[in-house]
């Protein structure tokens, strides 16, 4: 039997949302990087990317990492499996969690069919986009906050799924989530974006010993 109109927008709209979020991730990811120092600048080119100039990696290890990762988690989006990506940075030696950028991913709630025949429009892709560069520019904009990395550092994405979630054998293990101590924690609550079908809510915890 031909799948319905209704089902078959719906599933458009789930892969090309996931495009999108998968997709934000990739850049989100990179100037993170960039920004806090964690690759040298000279690893980075700019390009153009939601009308604004953004940093990319031209490091080929990094690159390919960063895909393997997004690949896996563009499979668990579209099957709703995925509810947070955790990019952690921490010191190079000593292993000591520096700052926790924690995007957590939400599934919007659909209308009911009723309520799509009497609204069939859509967020407009450019409002979308909107969203995202105004997250990127608060990303380049915490360096005013965030306390100075004096040391080298590595970093660790962290993706966070439901017990049902197919996870593929040996790619992927339950590690340590890298947190900051409470009592040396600060958060701040960055701005989000959201599609048709998914919401990311994002935030930057760091650490902060207090002045010495």
Same mark, same amino acid.
Do not use: C
């Given at each position: 039997?031909?799948?319905?109109? /209704?089902?078959?927008?719906?599933?458009?709209? !789930?892969?090309?949302?996931?495009?999108?979020?998968?997709?934000?991730?990739?850049?989100?990811?990179?100037?993170?990087?960039?920004q806090r120092g964690v690759y040298p600048a000279d690893?980075?080119?700019?390009?153009?990317?939601?009308?604004?100039?953004?940093?990319?990696?031209?490091?080929?290890?990094?690159?390919?990492?960063?895909?393997?990762?997004?690949?896996?988690?563009? &499979?668990?989006? !579209? =099957?709703?499996?995925?509810?947070?990506?955790?990019?952690?940075?921490?010191?190079?030696?000593?292993?000591? @969690?520096?700052? *926790?950028?924690?995007?957590?991913?939400?599934?919007?709630?659909? @209308?009911? /069919?009723?309520?799509?025949?009497? &609204?069939?429009?859509?967020?407009?892709?450019?409002?979308?986009?909107?969203?995202?560069?105004?997250?990127?520019?608060?990303?380049?904009?915490?360096? =005013?906050?965030? @306390?100075?990395?004096?040391? @080298? =550092?590595?970093?660790?994405?962290?993706?966070?799924?439901?017990?049902s979630a197919n996870v593929p054998a040996g790619e992927?293990?339950? =590690?340590?989530?890298?947190?900051?101590?409470?009592?040396?924690? /600060?958060?701040?609550? !960055? *701005?989000?974006?959201?599609?048709?079908?998914? *919401?990311?809510?994002?935030?930057?915890?760091? *650490?902060?010993?207090?002045?010495?």
């Amino acid at each position: 039997m031909a799948p319905s109109k /209704q089902s078959v927008r719906q599933s458009i709209t !789930l892969k090309g949302s996931t495009e999108l979020v998968t997709e934000f991730f990739k850049y989100a990811v990179n100037t993170i990087l960039f920004q806090r120092g964690v690759y040298p600048a000279d690893d980075f080119h700019m390009v153009k990317k939601y009308g604004q100039t953004v940093l990319i990696t031209q490091d080929l290890a990094l690159e390919n990492y960063l895909e393997k990762i997004l690949k896996q988690v563009g &499979a668990w989006l !579209l =099957t709703g499996a995925v509810t947070q990506l955790v990019v952690a940075i921490i010191t190079k030696d000593s292993r000591t @969690p520096l700052e *926790r950028w924690v995007f957590d991913i939400n599934l919007v709630e659909q @209308p009911s /069919q009723e309520a799509v025949k009497q &609204a069939q429009s859509s967020k407009p892709e450019a409002e979308i986009q909107a969203e995202i560069r105004s997250i990127l520019k608060q990303i380049v904009s915490t360096v =005013t906050f965030l @306390p100075v990395i004096d040391e @080298p =550092t590595v970093f660790n994405i962290l993706v966070y799924t439901h017990e049902s979630a197919n996870v593929p054998a040996g790619e992927w293990v339950d =590690t340590d989530p890298l947190a900051i101590e409470a009592s040396k924690s /600060q958060q701040v609550k !960055l *701005r989000n974006f959201s599609t048709d079908v998914h *919401r990311i809510e994002a935030m930057v915890s760091y *650490r902060y010993e207090g002045d010495s």
